[in-house]
């Protein structure tokens, strides 16, 4: 299986933002990590790309770093010493370095109905090219190395006009090839910003898909409180609580095309409970889950 690093969406337009992040836990001490690469067009000047490197470890607070920003090249990612190929991460940010090679898993997961990915008829999309990937290599940052084997993550994308409003995200792996993914956004237009949180959930068990109609229309059956450390949707038999560990949440400071800004609090060793009617599952430590606010 080929991890589907495509082109890039952006299409030259001013105004715009497109994401590539990693997220993945190290199964032998619990370490997270994550990823983050942007193309930024912004309203006025060139386009450029950026991004930062995260660790979680168990035992201490995150340490991060950033690169960037660089000139836009056409291609796969750049930003000075970090690329991003289909089976290889590799880069430097400070004293965080990384070469990861990955091992793609499951179908694309698309958490926005695929005609808003693919067109980019709505304020932004997300999808998950691969939902279940496993990830070895060596990161390393000040004297600590990590040494990742079939560490489990994923891969994902975001196209669009900028940071919602106000937002959460979950990545839960669920194990045995099924998997969460929650984005609860309330959108930044004038007419929207108003409204509650719109919740676009995908949920894939035993190889099958839930819920089974059109992302959109099903967003409108959830309610999601968006708070922190703490956040929740719920809706059509499902719900879902997160927890972020203040002491392993690392808040940075995002920047829009258009030069408004948002703090994002990210923790890649938060805690999930989801509950299916009957079924149920927990997750400690192992899930990926941010809140963000403009």
């Known amino acids: 299986m080929v991890l589907r690093v495509e082109p890039t969406q952006w299409r030259g337009r001013p105004g715009r933002l497109e994401v590539w992040y990693t997220t993945l836990t190290d199964p032998a001490s619990g370490t997270g990590v994550w990823l983050h690469h942007e193309l930024v067009a912004p309203v006025s000047g060139d386009p450029y790309t950026h991004g930062w490197a995260a660790v979680f470890p168990p035992d201490g607070p995150p340490v991060h770093s950033r690169f960037g920003p660089h000139p836009y090249t056409d291609g796969l990612f750049t930003a000075g010493d970090v690329l991003m190929a289909p089976h290889r991460l590799t880069g430097r940010a400070g004293d965080v370095t990384w070469n990861l090679r990955c091992s793609p898993g499951g179908e694309p997961l698309y958490t926005f109905p695929k005609w808003a990915w693919r067109h980019h008829l709505l304020p932004a999309a997300h999808m998950v090219p691969a939902p279940t990937s496993t990830f070895s290599g060596t990161l390393t940052w000040g004297s600590s190395v990590l040494d990742l084997a079939a560490a489990p993550g994923a891969s994902a994308r975001i196209y669009g006009h900028g940071n919602a409003r106000r937002w959460a995200w979950l990545h839960a792996d669920l194990g045995g ?19 509650p949180p719109l919740t676009f959930l995908r949920l894939r068990v035993g190889g099958r898909e839930y819920p089974r109609r059109d992302p959109l229309l099903a967003s409108f059956g959830y309610k999601a409180d968006l708070t922190f450390p703490t956040w929740s949707v719920a809706g059509r038999g499902l719900r879902v609580d997160v927890t972020l560990p203040e002491h392993q949440t690392l808040a940075l400071n995002y920047t829009n095309p258009d030069g408004t800004t948002a703090v994002c609090r990210n923790s890649e060793r938060a805690s999930c409970v989801l509950t299916v009617g009957d079924r149920r599952w927990q997750l400690d430590g192992t899930a990926h889950a941010e809140v963000g606010i403009s």
């Open 177 to 195: 090839g099924d998997v969460l993914e929650v984005v609860a956004a309330v959108s930044q237009r004038p007419l929207f910003r108003l409204l």
